[in-house]
């Protein structure tokens, strides 16, 4: 084939594409409206949040009683299940597989079905996916961190002379190498705090721990090509709100406005990805990745939280952005870059278009969690597709749609849901996700009114009752395991 030079080949390419390609994961929420890019891409989920409207989405009919306890499992599952496999081999051979999270087992049952899969090696990205991994890296990229101090801590007293050692003060935050934020991020200020999560730190080999700072977080996708990486748009993070979710540090939305910082953060945010990306480049890696960001209110400092390497909960966000749309999705270069397909790209030129506020458009996402420390049997669920809030805070469905694309304002929102009737509620479990044009954080960076509107609506469309007997077991196993991260 020959060489795809600039945007309109590399369109054109996906668009003409004849090779299957496959999104594996519990949910197709990640990589939303990814089909309407690239001929022959299906999502194989667990989950079919559609009820069957969804043109591209398949599931196995037939679900197991298994009681997963990671997006690793269930994708392991998808590609070991008769429906799938009969699936995948009806549509001939060859073919491509991309995911949110993946292991050796994973890679091994794609080549047993003869699937290329789309990313560096599971090994390779489980050692970047490592918090104490990401700070090194960003030190040798020239990208900083807050001030940190790693090490083994046995006892609250180690835990004292390791964060007097780093100068980190009074109040801190420890994380271990590897978990969601909201369930391995600890804030400890006194023997008190400490004991309430001694078990898990101790048996780590190693956490950072960090002073405390008055943070703003933000998010950035990025992907690392041949030519260089490309840089999307900054984000502002939706985090621990109880509204959302019952974890203080739990991540829960994601806001996309071209305002959210001052243009001198965003440049240097845009530049110490670019860093990272290059970094990770000479470490073998190459592809989608996410960066998340901590912009210190007291000292104006942007500090470098953790990277993701991988696509990521913010994904749908970026890849349906008005640039994006504009030229191409970011993800689409990730594919690219798989393809074994030559292609010129001048980065920088796009990186520059990709950082003009003109071409940034503002939406919002939250990710609406079961807050309660209770576990209950869903009866009703709202339907996945376009809903409208009303001016007394009641909601009304409009219509299937399989993305945001078609809401029309501040008042419609798309949302897609996750549990459905038959699942459990439980503390943490996965509602759905909403999103909607504008923003649902003041410039305090709390919950606006219309953003609290939007969730009690949603909830209010769930209705549960207490367990019986028969399922009192199996409902407890879920909720016990079901706290992996999902999105």
Known sequence: MKTLKGISDIRRYFYRNTEPIYFVSATNFNLLGMDEWVRNFK???YIDCFDGAHPNVVTPSQKTDQVFQSIEEINNYLLEHKEIVDYIQSRGPGGK????FFDERTEELCRELGLDVCFPPANLRQAMDSKLETTRLGDEAGVPSVPNWMGKVDSYETLR???EKGGLGEHLVVQSAFGDSGHTTYFISNKEDYEEYAEEIEREDE???????????????????RHGTIVGPLMTEVVGFKELTPYKGGWAGNEVFAGAFSQEVRD????????????LRKRGYRGYFEVDYLYDLDSDDLFLGEVNPRITGASSMTNLASFAQADAPLFLFHLLEF???DFELDVAELNARWADPENIDSWSQLIIKH????????????????????PDGGMQFRRVQTHRRTVEDEYEAFFLRINGVGDYFYEGAELGILVTPGRLMTEEFQLTDRAKAWISGIRGQYRARPLQAAETT???RVAEVGGFKFL
Request: hydrophobic share 45%; aromatic share 10%; with cysteine.
């Open 339 to 341: 393809s074994g397909v």
């Open 474 to 476: 199996a409902a407890e």
């Open 371 to 390: 807050t309660r420390d209770s576990v209950e049997f869903i009866t009703e669920a709202p339907r996945t597709g376009i809903w409208r809030l009303h």
């Open 161 to 163: 002379k390791l964060a």
């Open 207 to 225: 956490v950072k721990i960090m002073r405390r700072i008055r943070p703003k977080q933000a998010a950035l996708e990025a992907c690392v090509t």
């Open 97 to 100: 597989a991309v995911f949110l």
């Open 268 to 279: 240097k945010a845009r530049r110490y990805t670019f860093q990272f990306g290059e970094a």
């Open 43 to 45: 999502f194989i989920n």
